[in-house]
């Protein structure tokens, strides 16, 4: 089993491995955790060479075994669409599955359980880069004033906007001016918060 640090170190070894094609060196890594030299680096790489997850590739560079590299790919759910627009009222239900490692989106793999996709539908978020057609996803957690949400309003309209609040109400804010926010009269309730973006192009 690895550590809380090890695991860290092996995202982000995943995560500059599949960015880059190659794995991160020892000064990137002590950069990324701030230690004050290599060697601290080189203890968790060893550490994680002993536990099997890595191997030195060149004689010099420490990265992901090639079954690793598959192994820690995840499905993840799409459940239909969702309006970037005003809410509508829908039932939701998975239409497919992806596959894709969480370090990608800078995130823990243990969060891979807490995450899934909608659809984007709508152009009330384009001015977050949030286009019609694009893949959100989202992850199970509590949101903060900022984040963009998948939201449900009202018990009963689904909608992605971020979330703001004005004193303590909170509000639904559309990234475009042809759309006002969104004030709920009977409930929200984030059921998603916004890590990443997929764009399929044709």
């Given at each position: 089993m690895l550590t809380e640090k090890q695991e860290a170190i092996l995202d982000f070894v995943r995560a500059i491995q599949a960015e880059r094609g190659i794995p991160p060196s020892t000064r990137d890594i002590q950069r990324q955790f701030g230690y004050a030299s290599q060697n601290a680096a080189m203890n968790h790489l060893r550490a994680l060479a002993k536990k099997?997850?890595?191997?030195?590739?060149?004689?010099?560079?420490?990265?992901?075994?090639?079954?690793?590299?598959?192994?820690?790919?995840?499905?993840?759910?799409?459940?239909?669409?969702?309006?970037?627009?005003?809410?509508?009222?829908?039932?939701?239900?998975?239409?497919?599955?992806?596959?894709?490692d969480p370090s990608l989106f800078g995130l823990p793999a243990r969060a891979a359980n807490r995450l899934w996709a909608l659809r984007v539908r709508g152009d009330s978020m384009t001015g977050a880069h949030i286009l019609d057609g694009d893949l959100a996803l989202l992850e199970r957690r509590e949101p903060r004033a900022g984040d963009i949400i998948a939201a449900l309003v009202n018990g009963t309209e689904t909608t992605l906007k971020r979330l703001l609040y004005r004193g303590r109400a909170a509000i639904l804010h559309a990234e475009n001016p042809r759309y006002a926010?969104?004030?709920?009269?009977?409930?929200?309730?984030?059921?998603?918060?916004?890590?990443?973006?997929?764009r399929r192009t044709t």
């Open positions: 099997g997850v890595i191997e030195q590739i060149d004689g010099r560079t420490w990265g992901l075994k090639a079954r690793l590299v598959q192994a820690h790919l995840f499905t993840v759910p799409v459940y239909g669409s969702i309006p970037a627009g005003r809410p509508t009222a829908e039932e939701q239900s998975a239409e497919e599955t992806l596959q894709l926010d969104i004030v709920p009269e009977s409930g929200l309730e984030c059921q998603g918060v916004l890590v990443g973006l997929i």
